[in-house]
T-cell receptor, first 114, second 112 residues
Framework: EPEVTQTPSHQVTQMGQEVILRCVPI?????FYWYRQILGQKVEFLVS????????KSEIFDDQFSVERPDGSNFTLKIRSTKLEDSAMYFC????????????FGQGTRLTVV | GQQLNQSPQSMFIQEGEDVSMNCTSS?????WLWYKQEPGEGPVLLIA?????ELTSNGRLTAQFGITRKDSFLNISASIPSDVGIYFC????????????FGKGTRLHILP
């Protein structure tokens, strides 16, 4: 069964450092998403991406965040200068149709900022 | 901003019992989704609801989309140990094609 894969599964970084979280969406999907889940809290939408551009972003997704699809398979989330409050699980998702209504989620990357 | 109010926050039930949880909102949703998340995993879609009043089943799971498109419930019948996890309702707002908003989750515990 096709799946969304994320790497690394766990990343520890020092405050102020840049991190890149990587995702390989399902191959025939066209819509890509990043979500964040702070420990014990709900899943929060960050950004959606289609046709090589951001289609929607939340207020969390400020100038410190960026997304890119550098080649035909990877979808990355970059945090330029990490803060302690960026510590969370980051989930990538992809869907074949718009709206992410049947989006498939990856297993997540646990980011710990120290 | 828009939010989903999910209840209860947590449930402790005996194996074999039925479970019911629900979500409400002041906003109208185009689509309503129910996800399950297990520790260390990403959310897994259980049921998607598209039409007002729609009642959909997936095995022992049944969910309904409210007539006003502002609420939904999820029922699990005859619970088993592997039902343990966090259940999230999520919705796609009308006229907001890409963003899906999640509720805070219902943590289901099953007692032997």
């Amino acid at each position: 069964e096709p799946e969304v894969t994320q790497t690394p599964s766990h990343q520890v970084t020092q405050m102020g450092q840049e991190v890149i979280l990587r995702c390989v969406p399902i191959s025939n999907h066209l819509y890509f998403y990043w979500y964040r889940q702070i420990l014990g809290q709900k899943v929060e939408f960050l950004v959606s991406f289609y046709n090589n551009e951001i289609s929607e972003k939340s207020e969390i997704f400020d100038d410190q965040f960026s997304v890119e699809r550098p080649d035909g398979s990877n979808f990355t989330l970059k945090i330029r200068s990490t803060k302690l409050e960026d510590s969370a699980m980051y989930f990538c998702a992809s869907s074949a149709s718009r709206g992410g209504t049947e989006a498939f989620f990856g297993q997540g990357t646990r980011l710990t900022v120290v | 901003g828009q939010q989903l109010n999910q209840s209860p926050q947590s449930m402790f039930i005996q194996e074999g019992e039925d479970v019911s949880m629900n979500c409400t909102s002041s906003s109208i949703f185009n689509t309503w989704l129910w996800y399950k998340q297990e520790p260390g995993e990403g959310p897994v879609l259980l049921i998607a609801l598209y039409k007002a009043g729609e009642l959909t089943s997936n095995g022992r799971l049944t969910a309904q989309f409210g007539i006003t498109r502002k609420d939904s419930f999820l029922n699990i019948s005859a619970s088993i140990p592997s039902d343990v996890g966090i259940y999230f309702c999520a919705g796609q707002l009308m006229n907001r094609d890409d963003k899906i908003i999640f509720g805070k989750g219902t943590r289901l515990h099953i007692l032997p």
